[in-house]
């Protein structure tokens, strides 16, 4: 999956559709699947005297939504975008905007030379 963590995002589909930008708080692997801030809030309803609420009552919380649903929001052009891998010319993997051909990050360093010694 090419979201990470922190990215901005933009919600495509369901009850919480809309054009704002959002942060990723995780990213679930095993299921495609990331918890956006915001998104897909539901009401856990917790015993009083459990240790992460003590009084008890309704706990809200967000849930997490299908990758497919979102899109991820480049800064550089200000719109919903793709996502692209490249490999540059020393040899580290970058992720980078398929609208705007701008750099998201690098994802891994370059690979190390096989240097014989002597």
Same mark, same amino acid.
């Given at each position: 999956m090419r979201i990470r963590k922190g990215d901005m &995002? @933009? /919600?495509?589909?369901?009850?919480?559709?809309s054009a704002t930008p959002r942060k990723v708080l995780s990213v679930v692997q095993s299921g495609d699947? &990331? @918890? /956006?801030?915001?998104?897909?809030?539901?009401?856990k309803h917790v015993r009083r005297g459990h240790p992460k609420s003590q009084q008890g009552g309704r706990l809200s919380r967000e849930m997490p939504v299908s990758s497919?649903?979102?899109?991820y929001y480049c800064s550089a052009c200000g719109k919903p975008t793709r996502i692209g891998m490249r490999l540059l010319a020393d040899g580290r993997k970058e992720r980078f905007c398929k609208k705007c051909d701008a750099s998201i990050g690098v994802i891994s360093p370059a690979p190390k030379s096989?240097?014989?010694?002597?």
């Open positions: &995002v @933009v /919600v495509l589909t369901g009850d919480d559709a699947k &990331v @918890v /956006v801030e915001g998104v897909n809030r539901v009401f497919s649903n979102v899109a096989a240097s014989v010694p002597g």
